[in-house]
Nanobody, 117 residues
Framework: QVQLVQFGGGLVQPGGSLRLSCVVS????????MDWYRQAPGKQRELVAG???????NYAASVKGRFTISRDNGKNTVALQMNSLKPEDTAVYYC???????????WGQGTQVTVSS
């Protein structure tokens, strides 16, 4: 069993920054990667960024250069630093534990990010 608890998010103006964190606990030894997804109203959930246990990262084209994913293995935490935010980044963001076969059933509780003036 794995538990994911998210922190951060909120309301920010376009061009602003926010930081999301996801604290992972439980049986974490077999997790291949940690991923961040988002789901906007009326849209499917999409992969935003991921980071493997070895530190390799990947990003959706829409956020590349603006978002940075990182991990602190000592604190079992994965963070998503979001800069230059746009209204189209508005969504509920979720962290997920990936065992190498795509999204698992282990999700964070979700965090609302709203980018609006």
């Amino acid at each position: 069993q794995v538990q994911l608890v998210q922190f951060g998010g909120g309301l920010v103006q376009p061009g602003g920054s926010l930081r999301l964190s996801c604290v992972v606990s439980g049986s974490t030894f077999s997790i291949f990667a940690m991923d961040w997804y988002r789901q906007a109203p009326g849209k499917q959930r999409e992969l935003v960024a991921g980071i493997t246990s070895g530190g390799k990262t990947n990003y959706a084209a829409s956020v590349k250069g603006r978002f940075t994913i990182s991990r602190d293995n000592g604190k079992n935490t994965v963070a998503l630093q979001m800069n230059s935010l746009k209204p189209e980044d508005t969504a509920v963001y979720y962290c997920n534990a990936d065992y190498g076969t795509g999204p698992s059933d282990y999700w964070g509780q979700g965090t609302q990010v709203t980018v609006s003036s």
